[in-house]
């Protein structure tokens, strides 16, 4: 792994914007608790790596406004939305010029066994130690270790496929 065959031509970014918008994915809030502020960021690079023990990852931009408090954070949680919550993602994803404070106020938040923010009405959220983070390209991977899980059982999951959300 890691070896560009120089051969082939890497596709260019619209091509590959454009083939990723058709590969459908969670949409999720991760969140942290830096120097006693929350911060969080929309996510659908998220995903299962092991359940021995229970891993998973999730991919932070690193131009991101808040990848300075993931950067410098052991713990963080990833809080999967229900159908209804897409104005939620659009805050977080920065798609409306909000202070990250008052992104949090869009709903009820508690206290995870580690301090951070854990989305109260998730579909799932699952609270994390970071193991490792890798830089590649554009990204920081984020691998926490589950340490908690809180499931919401009252509704299915909050989808993201086609550059539009679909309830899930």
Known sequence: MGIVDHRFNIVDKTTFRSGMSRLGSAVNITSTLHNGKRYGFTASAVCSVSDTPATLLVCINRASSCFHAFENTRHFCVNTLMPGQEHISNIFGGGVATPMEE??????????????????????????????????????????????????????????????????
């Open 103 to 168: 992104r949090f106020a869009l709903d009820n938040w508690s206290e995870g066994l580690t301090g951070v923010p854990v989305l109260a009405s998730a579909s799932v959220s699952f609270e994390c130690e970071l193991t490792n983070a890798v830089d590649e390209a554009t990204h920081r991977i984020l691998f926490g270790r589950v340490i908690n899980i809180r499931e919401n059982e009252e509704q299915g999951t909050l989808l993201y496929c086609m550059r539009r959300y679909l309830n899930g």
